[in-house]
């Protein structure tokens, strides 16, 4: 099935891999949160068990170092695409209050970015990523 839009999640690639994993998985939420129609139908076993709802399409991930996680920034904002932001000061926080003051502290070129989600239709999301290698 294709899809005319694209949920992207970009993480840096130094990261330790417990590091990779909260990003990915808070950027994540981040989409599901401020995009509501890309979540599907609640899920429902065999049994008549009950599951939440996941999004209704794929996700990408991809990696890329400081610099390109600066880029694909500027380049959806530039594209008003939906983005959200996660840096390294955020690892040392404990709740989303101090979370948000973590980022508000840096002006947009500076922020220390370890994470980038961007949703949006599927060309201008494309065009911000190219260039950019597959997770692995």
């Given at each position: 099935?294709?899809?005319?839009?694209?949920i992207g999640i970009v993480v840096r690639s130094d990261l330790a891999a417990w590091q990779r994993l909260n990003v990915t998985a808070f950027l994540a939420s981040a989409i599901a949160g401020g995009a509501p129609e890309v979540i599907g139908d609640d899920y429902e076993d065999g049994s008549g068990n009950p599951?939440?709802?996941?999004?209704?399409?794929?996700?990408?991930?991809?990696?890329?170092?400081?610099?390109?996680?600066?880029?694909?920034?500027?380049?959806?904002?530039?594209r008003d695409l939906r983005v959200a932001v996660y840096t390294e000061e955020m690892f040392k926080t404990g709740n989303d209050e101090d979370n948000r003051a973590a980022v508000r502290a840096y002006s947009a070129e500076d922020l220390n970015l370890v994470g980038v989600s961007v949703y949006g239709p599927k060309t201008p999301v494309d065009k911000s990523l190219k260039g950019l290698t597959l997770h692995p």
């Open positions: 099935m294709r899809f005319d839009t694209k599951y939440l709802p996941m999004f209704r399409q794929p996700v990408v991930i991809y990696q890329a170092d400081l610099d390109e996680l600066r880029k694909v920034r500027e380049k959806a904002k530039a």
